[in-house]
């Protein structure tokens, strides 16, 4: 059975034809949602509901609840699910008062629209009411296709806080002539790593004291680890502050946006998105396909797939959003695939799949998707993927370009393999390209024959390509190239950094131009029964998973005596060429390392780094890394 949808059709027609017929009494559904209720009525039936080239509005979520055998697809680039209002009118400044409040440099190109006037009176309600929690959505402005900035100083990076006088109260150095001009500013914000380089929060300015040069932040309580100086900042909803082309501000009492557009105002097309829910809601479902959409233009998540099995996502586009592209829970048996996921406030995919309780296998593959700046607006804790569960897999992505992590993982038995990472962990410190930590019963995973390159970018406590944090025991590192891969920083962090874990396998990667290949940073034993015997990190070995009774007892018998076993870390059969160091801390044990002896690639051209036959690397042990088979498969890069 084919319904079709198509901006021509009608609710009313029967949705069987992909035209209307010449008397216009039948033809396609106008809505998605229309040819989704239909679709529950064939109980017995499989439903293809093909959407016709067009783009669809969509300010309600298309709910699939309950329903299983539909397919949804579109024709290739060609239907777009937006949830933006585009922005028709603009014309120049005549307000004196708004005029002197803007830098003079820029007055005669800055343009105003007022949203109220087109109908919007939603400007979001994000808020943070502490580093790790948000709600709410937050107002952005695209203009031809590309995330706008909101107006702030610097306009690129960070400022660094001065002398900090008080709880919230610092020196800024933006100078006394800046900082007059901020007193007058209605919504004054600031964004920043308060105190560590991993933890930021977005802060109201409660006042500006232009004399003494002193910014105070409005509750600083909220962020829970205080301030320093030196700490990165910004600040930003600051009409004076619009100074350069593609920064705007939206003054929220009065409904007014104001745009300094990077090119002609009147030929380009400038959109806000209005849609604060997902687009499509899929609940209690099997075999689903959502297939060659473009969803773009949302303040929240495009997708979000709750209690599901046999979901496919495959060849769509997710752009322009406010929140992540896909957020999956409590999913089986599903692929999401041949996807370009692009200008994304937060995170790209989010897949809870499996039990850990019992480690039922959720049987979950993310693949051959290219995920790029993303993490836009949440900068922490927002990776191009997030995996937790059991037996799921991540594999021949491309990610890149991102402040903080590229992939995220807890639970077990998970895969994470053939992927290329580079350029992400460009803004944060004490992190890792790939991260998961503190639960030493997230046993059996495996990070095998994935590409790092070019992996961190400032300077601080340091950054990896794989990072165990905290305790993390029991898992496979294991045929990778890290090339370039780290910043070891204060922390002398690795390209393979692991913080009071042990027997992790790192085996037969390659290690070439890190200034660090490898480092640890152990615990003794008091700080190993502290931390695993108290609450609240003793409940994730002896809580509601109990790494001494079914399935772990058998799975993972060693876990019975985590307590007392102090196996090391191992490293074995690894190549390290050209790099800084290889470890010059903690006692793992070593077997078998070629460690800077040339190891004759046949061509020095990283990743294909493949070894001649007399090759010394081959009489350790060593394996040939499949290199062709890492990145995008058949896509482009």
């Known amino acids: 059975m084919k319904f079709y949808v198509s901006k021509l059709g009608n609710d009313n027609w029967s949705g069987k034809f992909s035209k209307p017929n010449l008397?216009?009494?039948?033809?396609?559904?106008?809505?998605?949602?229309?040819?989704?209720?239909?679709?529950?009525?064939?109980?017995?039936?499989?439903v293809i509901i093909e959407i016709m080239q067009g783009t669809y509005d969509v300010f309600d979520k298309i709910q699939i609840n309950s329903l299983g055998n539909v397919a949804i697809k579109g024709k290739e680039g060609h239907v777009i699910i937006t949830g933006g209002q585009k922005i028709g009118r603009w014309e120049k400044i005549k307000d004196n008062g708004i005029l002197n409040k803007l830098n003079e440099n820029v007055r005669d190109k800055v343009f105003k629209a007022n949203l109220k006037e087109i109908g919007i009176t939603d400007f979001g309600d994000f808020y943070q009411p502490s580093w790790a929690v948000s709600s709410g959505s937050q107002m952005q402005l695209y203009f031809n296709g590309k995330p706008m900035q909101i107006a702030r100083w610097p306009d690129e990076g960070f400022a660094l806080t001065g002398d900090i006088t008080d709880k919230g109260k610092f020196y800024c150095d933006a100078g006394k002539e800046k900082m007059e001009k901020w007193k007058q500013e209605k919504f004054l914000k600031a964004y920043g790593y308060w105190f560590y380089e991993w933890a930021a929060q977005y802060m109201d300015i409660e006042s500006v004291d232009s004399e003494s040069c002193i910014l105070s932040i409005k509750n600083p309580d909220s962020h829970a680890y205080g301030y320093k100086k030196g700490a990165m900042y910004f600040i930003y909803d600051a009409l004076s502050e619009i100074t350069k082309p593609g920064e705007w501000y939206l003054d929220r009492e009065t409904g007014d946006i104001y745009f300094y557009p990077p090119a002609d105002i009147d030929k380009g097309e400038a959109i806000v998105p209005v849609n604060n829910q997902p687009f499509i809601e899929i609940n209690g479902c099997s075999n689903i396909t959502i297939e060659g959409l473009v969803f773009e233009n949302s303040r929240k998540e495009a997708l979000l797939v709750t209690d599901s099995t046999n979901i496919l996502i495959e060849n769509c586009i997710f752009r322009n959003l406010g929140g992540w592209a896909i957020r999956a829970n409590h999913i089986t048996h599903s692929k999401i695939e041949r996807c370009d996921i692009y200008n994304i406030g937060e995170g790209g995919i989010y897949l809870e799949g499996g039990d850990r309780r019992t480690l039922e296998s959720g049987d979950n593959e993310i693949s051959n998707n290219h995920i790029h700046d993303f993490s836009l607006w949440l900068r922490i804790y927002r990776p191009a993927i997030q995996i937790n569960g059991v037996g799921n897999r991540v594999a021949n992505n491309l990610i890149h370009d991102a402040p903080h992590m590229a992939i995220g993982w807890s639970g077990n038995e998970n895969i994470i393999e053939f992927n290329e990472i580079h350029n992400v962990v460009l803004e944060t410190n004490d992190a890792g390209a790939i991260y998961s930590g503190r639960?030493?019963?997230m046993q059996g995973n495996i990070i095998r024959y994935n590409y790092f390159h070019d992996i961190g970018k400032i300077?601080?406590?340091?950054?990896?390509?794989?990072?165990f944090d905290d305790g993390h025991c029991g898992n496979i590192v294991y045929?990778?190239?890290?090339?370039?891969?780290?910043?070891?920083?204060?922390?002398?962090?690795?390209?393979?950094?692991?913080?009071?874990?042990?027997?992790?396998?790192?085996?037969?990667?390659?290690?070439?131009?890190?200034?660090?290949?490898?480092?640890?940073?152990?615990?003794?034993?008091?700080?190993?029964?502290?931390?695993?015997?108290?609450?609240?990190?003793?409940?994730?070995?002896?809580?509601?998973?109990?790494?001494?009774?079914?399935?772990?007892?058998?799975?993972?018998?060693?876990?019975?005596?985590?307590?007392?076993?102090?196996?090391?870390?191992?490293?074995?059969?690894?190549?390290?060429?050209?790099?800084?160091?290889?470890?010059?801390?903690?006692?793992?044990?070593?077997?078998?390392?070629?460690?800077e002896i040339e190891p004759m690639f046949i061509n020095y051209s990283p990743p294909f780094l493949k070894l001649k036959k007399n090759s010394p690397a081959f009489k350790i042990g060593f394996k040939q890394i499949p290199v062709e088979k890492i990145g995008l498969k058949g896509r482009h890069k």
């Open 479 to 595: 045929g990778n190239i890290f090339y370039r891969a780290c910043k070891p920083g204060n922390g002398n962090f690795g390209a393979v950094f692991i913080h009071g874990g042990r027997y992790n396998v790192i085996e037969n990667n390659i290690f070439i131009e890190c200034e660090q290949a490898y480092n640890e940073s152990p615990w003794n034993e008091k700080v190993w029964l502290d931390f695993w015997t108290k609450p609240p990190y003793n409940q994730r070995l002896f809580g509601e998973i109990d790494v001494r009774k079914e399935p772990y007892l058998s799975k993972y018998p060693w876990l019975v005596n985590i307590l007392q076993d102090t196996r090391p870390n191992v490293l074995i059969r690894n190549i390290v060429y050209k790099c800084g160091r290889f470890i010059d801390r903690g006692n793992p044990q070593l077997v078998d390392n070629l460690v």
């Open 459 to 467: 300077s601080g406590h340091g950054v990896a390509s794989v990072y």
């Open 439 to 441: 639960d030493p019963s």
């Open 23 to 46: 008397t216009r009494t039948d033809g396609p559904f106008l809505t998605i949602q229309r040819a989704i209720d239909e679709a529950k009525k064939q109980k017995q039936s499989s």
